[in-house]
T-cell receptor
Framework: AAGVIQSPRHLIKEKRETATLKCYPI?????VYWYQQGPGQDPQFLIS???????DKGSIPDRFSAQQFSDYHSELNMSSLELGDSALYFC?????????????FGPGTRLTVT | GNSVTQMEGPVTLSEEAFLTINCTYT??????LFWYVQYPGEGLQLLLK?????DKGSNKGFEATYRKETTSFHLEKGSVQVSDSAVYFC??????????FGKGTKLSVKP
């Protein structure tokens, strides 16, 4: 069965650079969630989208923005990168809000800021 | 606000030992509860879930019962295997559909 696809899988950037992470949800899934997992930490919710509209916002820095496109894929844009942004970024998708918690996670993008 | 507390790790067990990982939660209302597992270098996988009080979630020999009276959702397995070595996260469903995770418990199973 198709799973959530994230690209790139690994990304190395320098401080103050920008990064774009992409997420392709499971086909027919219209809801996307972004999480950030620091080293040895639990995943922290950043932001979510339902039907291309932002549905909720967590601890996402102002330097980050995200959107969901007409094909339901989502992109997380990160600017003015800091060393503390080094983390594993997960995308998860679900089918609508009827079962809002059946989230399926992608393999993650490991971002390293040097 | 809503939060999840789970036992600190790491937990090291011998193969075929009994596993319990404690999880308690604080929430308004009656949220859905989950256990996710993260194998080394991989993403999070849903292990089991329970959506209301007294529900028992089960999968791959793992079980957890939603206990409203003790606000708990402890994970148990009767006989662990080396392949169960992973990090286990307890989570609850937030008010907007997001998941709120505990800190994770690393399990190592020795042959």
């Amino acid at each position: 069965a198709a799973g959530v696809i994230q690209s790139p899988r690994h990304l190395i950037k320098e401080k103050r650079e920008t990064a774009t992470l992409k997420c392709y949800p499971i086909p027919r899934h219209d809801t996307v969630y972004w999480y950030q997992q620091g080293p040895g930490q639990d995943p922290q919710f950043l932001i979510s989208f339902y039907e291309k509209m932002q549905s909720d916002k967590g601890s996402i820095p102002d330097r980050f923005s995200a959107q969901q496109f007409s094909d339901y894929h989502s992109e997380l844009n990160m600017s003015s990168l800091e060393l503390g942004d080094s983390a594993l970024y997960f995308c998860a998708s679900s089918l609508g809000l009827a079962v809002p918690y059946e989230q399926y996670f992608g393999p993650g993008t490991r971002l390293t800021v040097t | 606000g809503n939060s999840v507390t789970q036992m600190e790790g790491p937990v090291t067990l011998s193969e075929e030992a009994f596993l319990t990982i404690n999880c308690t939660y604080t929430a308004t209302g009656y949220p859905s509860l989950f256990w996710y597992v993260q194998y080394p270098g991989e993403g999070l996988q849903l292990l089991l879930k329970a959506t209301k009080a007294d529900d028992k979630g089960s999968n791959k020999g793992f079980e957890a019962t939603y206990r409203k009276e003790t606000t708990s959702f402890h994970l148990e397995k009767g006989s662990v295997q080396v392949s169960d070595s992973a990090v286990y996260f307890c989570a609850l469903g937030g008010s907007q559909g997001n998941l709120i995770f505990g800190k994770g418990t690393k399990l190592s199973v020795k042959p």
